[in-house]
């Protein structure tokens, strides 16, 4: 709730206590910590490497520089860190840089506090407010950043040498808040310099003005490695003021690369945790095979947009089939690799076997995940009746029911009940699922033949 202090004067009544920014963030960590709250939340993979090092750079009050490749969550990072911001702060009204009451740095928010007093109005700004975050281009210009010489107010009348005829750009309205500026090594190097003495001596330069503007910043950034050293790079008097530069990473354990996908994907259409197990596991193989391009990286986006396309692949067929529930099956696997491929950077050499590549390595991910959950059951009852001429056939565009009504009959034998229950499939959608996945874990293992076209497939 917005505190109702309204004037500086009621504020020093009230026992307001002015902190700096990085006593702000400091002392709501260690609370946070102390309590045991989670400061981080929506992170996954980071809680024993990554996350330590930014909260020991921040108890420390460091400037922070993220090194890692796309995808990796460095600006999810950066983001919550708006969470370790007080919930309110107050600000002179109508102040251009939000300067704290107690403490104006402008010349025209000093003349206020002189003329007024105790009666120096105050506004207050919900932490959402005091993080600015700008995404480096080529045209990024000094001004952008830093800021210029306000032609508008010259017009006014103003002569060039009054400081008030400069606007401040992104970092200076930053005061009292955190900057983020993602990508950085695509700033120009002249852009950089500018940045220095900010960095530093938290002065401004414009034009030849200097002002000494006691600027209570943290600069936060962001930076591909591959940018870093090559294409692009921090110059070096810029990185020598970052106190910490931290690499990330993408999740190490399939259960973080899991609860990624599930945080993030926007889904349709319900999407079972075995497929999202699936291409978890895809997306970890594919950063790990010598034929893709590790130095661009896979990002988490690949595997979110592949749980967005099998959900989208499901609803489709949904809602052409006439199914009253949209389920997600392992056919749908197929439809999100055709369509996700052109977001893999493969080595030289490589580009005329992606396909076969992909393929390769998305059988890999469906046989470990069969082997993971359907371990120890008995499917020779089933391989028999394949054996003996029934064909099971299911497809893009073949309903549930269908794909049920086609399974051959299997006596006394409760094997689809058993599958079904491996995987906690109750409807008629995800009994499908179940039982497709258990099929192609036979084809997989060579148990049983399979053709495929058209975005149909015959199992027998």
Excluded at 212 to 229: F, H, I
Excluded at 339 to 350: H, M, N, Q, R, W
Excluded at 406 to 424: H, K, M, Q, T, V
Aim: hydrophobic residues 40%.
């Amino acid at each position: 709730m917005r505190p109702a202090l309204t004037t500086v004067g009621a504020l020093r009544t009230g026992g307001h206590v002015q902190k700096t920014l990085r006593a702000e963030i400091r002392d709501n960590l260690l609370s946070a910590l102390r309590e045991g709250r989670d400061p981080w939340p929506g992170l996954h993979g980071f809680e024993s490497t990554v996350i330590p090092q930014v909260e020991r750079a921040l108890i420390a009050g460091h400037d922070i520089v993220l090194l890692g490749e796309r995808g990796q969550g460095k600006t999810r990072l950066l983001r919550t860190m708006v969470g370790l911001l007080d919930e309110w702060s107050p600000v002179i009204d109508g102040s251009e840089l939000g300067e704290h009451p107690y403490e104006p740095i402008t010349s025209e928010s000093r003349r206020r506090a002189s003329e007024l007093g105790d009666d120096l109005p105050v506004a207050w700004r919900a932490r959402e407010e005091r993080y600015f975050e700008k995404l480096a281009t080529p045209d990024t210009s000094v001004a952008d950043l830093i800021g210029d010489v306000d032609p508008m107010k010259v017009a006014e009348g103003r002569s060039l040498g009054d400081p008030e005829t400069i606007h401040f750009g992104l970092i200076p309205r930053s005061h009292r808040g955190i900057v983020a500026i993602n990508e950085l090594p695509d700033l120009a190097e002249r852009i950089q310099v500018a940045m220095l003495n900010v960095m530093e001596e938290r002065d401004i330069q414009i034009r030849g003005y200097v002002l000494r503007l006691p600027l209570d910043v943290l600069v936060m950034a962001s930076a591909n490695p591959e940018d870093y050293t090559n294409r692009g790079r921090i110059i070096t008097p810029l990185k020598d003021r970052f106190g910490a530069e931290i690499r990330t990473h993408y999740p190490t354990e399939l259960a973080d690369e899991i609860a990624v996908i599930r945080q993030e994907a926007d889904l349709v259409a319900e999407v079972p945790d075995y497929l999202v197990e699936i291409l978890a596991r895809f997306t970890r193989a594919l950063r790990g095979s010598s034929a893709v391009d590790q130095r661009s990286g896979v990002s988490a986006r690949f595997a979110i947009a592949g749980a967005e396309t099998v959900a989208a692949a499901a609803i489709h067929r949904a809602t052409r089939q006439g199914e009253e529930q949209a389920v997600a099956r392992p056919i749908d696997l197929e439809t999100a690799v055709d369509v996700l491929g052109g977001k893999i950077e493969f080595e030289s050499g490589e580009e005329d076997r992606a396909d076969e590549i992909l393929d390769h390595l998305l059988r890999t991910a469906t046989a470990e995940t069969v082997r993971e959950h359907f371990r120890g059951i008995d499917f020779s009852v089933l391989v028999d009746a394949l054996e003996s001429g029934a064909m099971v056939t299911t497809g893009e565009q073949v309903a549930a029911r269908d794909f049920l009504a086609g399974l051959p009959a299997l006596g006394e034998s409760e094997l689809y009940d058993e599958i079904a229950g491996r995987l906690g499939a109750s409807t008629e959608g995800e009994r499908a699922g179940a039982i497709e996945l258990a099929l192609e874990g036979l084809y997989l293992s060579r148990k049983v033949s399979k053709e495929s076209g058209g975005g149909e497939a015959i199992y027998g």
